[in-house]
């Protein structure tokens, strides 16, 4: 026979149930939560990196054809009327020859080669999409233009000398 033994002491009421760990249902709530704050985070990066990245193509257009209007504007300053050569190219383009530099448009790229020894021609800017000089009665106007394959006008100069 059972026998029930009674403690003085004893109140169900005070006893502590201690848990130790996280249920399933808290750690899948946390994952998921989780889940949720890290595509927060990157949907937030990739919309600030592509703006980025057009900005940083458009200061290396804008660079490039800086770059290529300074060498032909030091070129054409240091030249007379006679060394000037100027006729059509592919497409709308022309190419230009001043003294023993001849430079063109081949794609996107600026070519330059100049008539020395060398055997091939070097590219002088990339991201051109357009290249176009003119000469009327000694104003020598040489027009640039760069961008890029989805955006084709980002940039454009034009370049005057007036040779005699």
Same mark, same amino acid.
């Given at each position: 026979m059972a026998r029930i033994v009674r403690c003085k002491n @004893?109140?169900?009421?005070?006893?502590?149930?201690?848990?130790?760990?996280? =249920?399933?249902?808290?750690?899948?709530?946390?994952?998921?939560?989780?889940?949720?704050? =890290?595509?927060?985070?990157f +949907?937030?990066?990739?919309v600030g990196r592509t703006p980025m990245?057009?900005?940083v193509t458009n200061l290396e257009v804008q660079g490039?054809?800086?770059?290529?209007?300074? @060498?032909? #504007?030091n070129l054409l300053l240091n030249s007379n009327l006679s060394d000037i050569r100027i006729w059509k190219g592919d497409g709308d383009s022309n190419k230009l020859l001043v003294? #023993?530099?001849?430079?063109?448009?081949?794609?996107?790229?600026? +070519?330059?080669?100049?008539q020395y020894s060398s055997p091939k021609?070097?590219?002088?800017? #990339?991201y051109v999409t357009g290249f176009k000089a003119s000469n009327d009665d000694g104003l020598i106007s040489v027009t640039l233009t760069g961008g890029t394959k989805y955006k084709k006008d980002i940039v454009s100069i034009d370049i005057k000398v007036y040779l005699e």
């Open positions: @004893f109140r169900p009421s005070k006893l502590k149930v201690v848990q130790e760990g996280f =249920t399933l249902v808290e750690f899948i709530v946390s994952l998921f939560i989780l889940g949720l704050l =890290t595509t927060i985070v +949907m937030t990066s990739e990245a057009e900005t490039n054809i800086r770059c290529a209007a300074s @060498f032909i #504007n003294k #023993n530099t001849y430079i063109y448009l081949r794609g996107d790229k600026l +070519m330059v080669r100049h021609d070097n590219y002088l800017a #990339n």
